[in-house]
């Protein structure tokens, strides 16, 4: 076995990429013979029983009802357990358990940052405490945050720039509620079985740019007012958008939990361009390389990591990276760094495997103040919304508004 | 068709030139620009785009109060009433010139922007309410250029359409010229002759509800020269609420998107709104009281929604069976939709667009339309203003309707699509009107 | 018989025009009397118009205390709704309508009905423009309807858009007008259309609904017209003809409506 890979590794000694001549690519993982059971799982994902499968594809599917009742039904008065918010109580709950079985240190810390982001930015404060905030161009009238995909809204500004400086990872990894459903209670469909790997699977990712497309179209249409033609592409902007993003969902268990983000998110389109024009890349250093492969594994952007590092003089520059870090915590050579705006004033920044496990261990003084300042960051953004909403109405209403929200006779006791 | 109804069409759609005006190829503007010319009155409530300065009249230029001297004997009426307006106090006056120009052949007529420049923060406002899409004042004018129907039918019917719709290129459908008094425009009476009529019967609703019958009783007596502000009025007029302290963007608190399609009104989008509501009722109510009256008026839509989509189900199942006729190939299309040419089909709901199909279609469908656009509207318009009673009787036409149409259907699918064996084609696209409307765009 | 009661009866008889008659005038010859004379030209053209029939005199719409408000009377809205009330209900809704509703009260109607002196214009202001007191003559917005063109109609273009350029631009209440007739005469055609698909059949429920094409909407329009009442040019009047016209027509060619027989 170990004469098998030094030959393997030795072929694959002098990497070449793409059509020039294509190198053999490392085999995929042996398929295992029985579930690997949980507690043993890291970043390459276990299989999974057909029942916790079939409990993932409920909560998609209820998921989706939340947004089908939002949208067009309107029954029982949207509560929170059938609107649009429904989705992210459901990353919520699908979180609590993801974070406490996850393995890797480091994507449990981000997990437990995007579930935070989720349920404060996306639910909590839209929800309990709507306002508007500040916008230019037409398309007004959305709550705070989920503004993020509008363009002309100062969120979406801030956003743009943040990935400029940091990576698509800032929105993707961190403070997505599409990729956190996908990746909390998409989970069971991140195995090798579902995740569809190879040329093809990679080639596919240029179908995004079709929805990339109609993403400009609908920012050039929110720079106008509204008239038949601005809204009519509006709404079937939305509609082209919003299907696809739940339908992939239910199609997970054959194009694995990230086949909306590869193939069919304008949004991260327009963030992966930015990704690859901005500051972040990852660089591989093929001096300590040992060409194991398991970068390219972990991958759940499917990207070639190793080869592209390899033909590209050490960068892995792609629009597809959304930062999660696996490829990197999972090297075992330390062979792959993040690299961002911070190497301008630091320049001897080395964002290696170790250096991301340092942020998770809490015996560091930093990790600690680290994570007390962002719960204080999210509490500080539900406090100030608390205090915008007493400023626009009175909270005495809040409890009676929460037992309507929520779908509970609170209102008429 | 007499020769007399010739000559008499011939004289009529002969357009005077004789004071300038749009010329005949003056194009159209919008979506279906390219289907349609407009009327020569059309540069009287879009002056923006359209107003021609006259050129065969007066030349000069004239400065200050010149123009006076001889508009006093010509026009003397607007005279007077400029005299009596705040334009003429200040000090300096807003003379003629002031918005009209000084050159007597370029002259212009004042739009939203002009009045902006000296009523800056009023014109920001209009221009805000843009982002809040239909309905809207701001929005007023591009919405009835762009829809089909007036780009299909003739410019001289349609001109009727742009009189209230140029509340959005113009100041003076509120504020009437030459007096353009604040006073006018805070009393209902200003908003009613655009907002009356079946889809929109405001009026009605007011003067039903217990805030118009207090206005009607004791309004005159008021002093309407106070701003629509907390205390200074003892009921609301429409200004009051949809106007509160003036603000000209009247959007920021539409809910319910005039009534003509269904919405979820508990969105976060929507809370937003009902929260300044409840911050305007609450000037003269305790809290509860908007709450209880959303919750009434969300069920009541929630009811009217119910029986617009059994209809609609209906409808659609007889389109499904052929049975809605004239069919979409046997009636005038409109000439700019090349969807409806490839794929012609009976349009049927809001979604459809059957707000433009109220002309060439059949029976069954105009019911449907009136239905909604009249019944359905009338229904919310009374609850929407606190006139309940209204909205019942609403209901009740709207449950007439409703049977009617289930009893037409099944007559309908009884006779299997039997007709009277009358020849369609030339009763419905070949009529006098119709051949009409089809050569004049 | 003494002179003395003759000259005093001759002295009040002459007199009492200035301070005014206490009692009132019993009868239209009353008015007539020293009206004929006075005012001959107004009398001649009120009984020339269709003002003058039975039950119709001079108090009907000046009212009967001669205090001299009498003028002011009938230049009052309420003047005329009794008798009008459907003309009543396009002109209302007009801005001119609400303006005089609104500022009714504070309008001087005391000023002769000329050169703008009232801010908006009562129904008198125009049908019964500067005192003409025949509201037919000249001063009738629009060519009846179903009226073939006739000679006189470049004068009554001119003459009903006098009152109108009292305070509007000559070339707007041009405009106005042809828009106007044009907008008239598509009601027209529609209304011909309908008629034309009728033909000679003998059916009395689509001879109705021909006749209540030509009273209702198309009326309307022309109303909507005259009194700039968008509603009625609009919503009561030129869709409300398509509907009529439409459903006349699902009529003809509905088997349902297929007249009893083989």
Excluded at chain 1, 86 to 102: D, H, K, N, P, S
Excluded at chain 2, 122 to 129: G, N, S, W
Excluded at chain 3, 107 to 129: F, I, K, V
Aim: glycine content about 8%; aromatic content about 10%.
């Amino acid at each position: 076995m170990a004469n098998e890979a030094i030959r393997r590794a030795e072929e694959r000694f002098v990497p070449r990429f793409g059509r020039r001549d294509p190198p053999p690519r490392p085999a995929m993982a042996a398929r295992a013979q029985r579930l690997m059971p949980v507690a043993q799982q890291r970043s390459l994902a276990g299989r999974y029983a057909w029942w916790v499968k079939a409990l993932s594809l409920t909560a998609f599917a209820w998921a989706f009802l939340g947004w089908l009742n939002d949208a067009w039904l309107f029954q029982f008065d949207n509560p929170l357990w059938l609107n649009r918010y429904t989705e992210y109580v459901i990353i919520l709950a699908f979180g609590v358990w993801r974070i406490t079985a996850e393995k890797n240190p480091y994507t449990r810390r981000r997990l437990m940052i995007l579930v935070g982001n989720v349920a404060v930015l996306w639910w909590l404060i839209p929800w309990a405490f709507p306002f508007i905030e500040p916008h230019i161009g037409y398309l007004a009238g959305l709550p705070a945050f989920p503004s993020l995909h509008t363009p002309g809204t100062l969120t979406f500004l801030l956003v743009l720039g943040a990935v400029f400086l940091f990576g698509r990872r800032v929105i993707c990894g961190w403070n997505c509620p599409c990729v956190a459903v996908r990746e909390v209670v998409g989970f069971p469909f991140r195995h090798a079985d579902h995740v569809p790997r190879g040329q093809w699977a990679w080639r596919l990712r240029h179908l995004k740019w079709i929805w990339f497309a109609l993403y400009l179209g609908a920012m050039w249409a929110m720079t106008r007012p509204s008239n038949n033609l601005t809204a009519g592409y509006l709404g079937f902007f939305a509609m082209v958008v919003v299907l696809p993003y739940f339908v992939t969902m239910l199609l997970s268990p054959w194009i694995g939990n990230r086949g909306y983000c590869r193939y069919l998110c304008p949004y991260g389109a327009t963030f992966g361009l930015l990704n690859k024009v901005g500051m972040f890349r990852i660089d591989y250093h093929a001096e300590s390389c040992i060409q194991c492969g398991k970068c390219e594994k972990v991958c759940d952007m499917g990207i070639p990591v190793w080869e592209m590092g390899a033909a590209h003089g050490g960068k892995v520059d792609t629009t597809e990276c959304m930062g999660c870090g696996r490829c990197i915590t999972e090297c075992p050579s330390q062979s792959l760094t993040f690299r961002d705006v911070r190497h301008l004033p630091w320049p001897t920044l080395r964002q290696d495997r170790d250096h991301l496990l340092r942020r998770t261990d809490w015996k560091l003084p930093s990790t600690r103040w680290r994570a007390a300042g962002f719960a204080l960051a999210l509490s500080a953004a539900l406090g100030g919304a608390a205090y915008y909403a007493t400023q626009v109405g009175t909270l005495g209403e809040l409890p009676s508004r929460l037992g309507a929200l929520c779908g509970l006779p609170i209102s008429s006791w | 068709m007499r020769p007399a109804h010739l000559l008499l069409v011939a004289a009529l759609f002969w357009t005077p030139t004789a004071w300038g005006g749009l010329p005949e190829n003056a194009s159209g503007v919008g979506e279906h620009a390219a289907h349609w010319q407009p009327d020569p009155l059309h540069e009287y409530w879009d002056p923006g785009t359209y107003h021609r300065p006259e050129s065969e009249a007066v030349e000069g230029v004239f400065q200050g109060e010149a123009c006076l001297e001889c508009h006093a004997g010509v026009t003397p009426g607007l005279v007077k009433d400029w005299r009596a307006s705040r334009h003429a106090q200040v000090e300096p006056p807003v003379l003629c010139p002031a918005c009209h120009g000084d050159d007597h052949q370029k002259l212009t007529f004042p739009t939203p922007q002009t009045c902006g420049t000296c009523h800056p923060q009023r014109l920001a406002q209009v221009e805000e309410e843009k982002q809040y899409g239909f309905p809207s004042h701001a929005l007023a004018m591009e919405r009835v250029v762009d829809a089909k129907h007036f780009a299909d039918k003739p410019k001289a019917e349609v001109a009727s359409c742009l009189q209230c719709h140029s509340v959005a290129t113009k100041c003076d459908s509120c504020h009437t010229r030459h007096r353009f008094d604040p006073a006018e425009a805070r009393r209902p009476e200003a908003c009613l002759t655009c907002h009356s009529g079946p889809p929109h019967p405001d009026d009605e609703a007011y003067f039903a509800s217990a805030h118009g019958r207090k206005y009607q009783k004791e309004g005159a007596l008021w002093d309407w020269s106070k701003p629509l502000r907390k205390g200074n009025y003892a009921t609301p007029t429409c200004a009051y609420c949809h106007m509160k302290d003036g603000n000209h963007q009247v959007a920021d608190k539409a809910v319910w998107k005039f009534g003509i399609r269904e919405i979820n009104p508990t969105t976060a989008e929507n809370e937003i709104k009902r929260k300044r509501w409840r911050e305007t009722c609450a000037d003269c109510h305790p809290p509860e009281v908007a709450p209880e009256f959303f919750r009434a008026l969300d069920q009541e839509r929630a009811t009217a929604w119910g029986k617009l989509n059994t209809v609609e189900r209906l409808l659609k199942s007889l389109r499904g069976d052929g049975l809605l006729r004239p069919s979409a190939r046997e009636r005038p299309p409109y000439p700019m939709d090349w969807m409806a040419r490839l794929f012609p089909r009976e349009r049927i709901g809001f979604f459809e667009g059957q707000a433009s199909a109220f002309y060439n279609v059949g029976a069954l469908e105009r019911d449907y339309f009136e239905m909604w656009y009249f019944d359905n509207l009338g229904a919310y318009k009374g609850m929407a203003h606190g006139a309940g009673e209204m909205s019942q009787r609403f209901h009740q036409r709207m449950d007439a309707a409703a049977q009617s149409l289930g009893a037409a259907a099944e007559r309908l699918r009884s006779k299997g699509g039997e007709t009277s064996g009358i020849d369609w084609k030339p009763l419905w696209l070949e009529g006098e009107y119709t051949r009409f409307n089809r050569d004049h765009n | 018989m003494s002179l003395f009661p003759m000259v005093w009866i001759a002295l009040g008889i002459l007199v009492s025009p200035a301070v005014g008659f206490a009692a009132e005038p019993r009868l239209e010859s009353d008015c007539l009397s020293c009206h004929r004379e006075r005012d001959a030209a107004l009398v001649a053209a009120w009984e020339k118009s269709r003002h003058h029939g039975p039950g119709l005199d001079c108090r009907a719409c000046h009212g009967g205390k001669h205090d001299g408000t009498m003028a002011a009377r009938a230049r009052r809205n309420d003047a005329c709704i009794g008798c009008h009330p459907r003309e009543n209900q396009s002109y209302a809704l007009s801005k001119h309508g609400v303006i005089v509703t609104l500022e009714g009260e504070r309008m001087d109607l005391s000023l002769p009905l000329r050169e703008g002196n009232q801010r908006a214009p009562t129904c008198a202001y125009c049908h019964l423009h500067d005192g003409e007191h025949d509201p037919g003559a000249g001063i009738f917005p629009l060519a009846p309807l179903g009226r073939p063109p006739a000679p006189d109609d470049d004068a009554r273009a001119e003459s009903r858009a006098a009152p109108c350029r009292d305070c509007h631009s000559p070339r707007f209440v041009g405009t106005w007008f042809a828009t106007g007739d044009r907008m008239v005469e598509i009601g027209r055609m529609k209304v011909r259309e309908a008629t034309a698909a009728v033909g000679d059949r003998e059916a009395p429920e689509l001879r109705a609904m021909l006749q209540r094409m030509g009273d209702g909407p198309l009326r309307n329009v022309r109303l909507g017209v005259g009194h700039q009442s968008p509603d009625h040019q609009w919503w009561h009047g030129h869709p409300a003809l398509d509907g009529d016209l439409l459903r006349l027509k699902s009529r003809l060619s509905d088997a349902s409506s297929r007249p009893a027989g083989p």
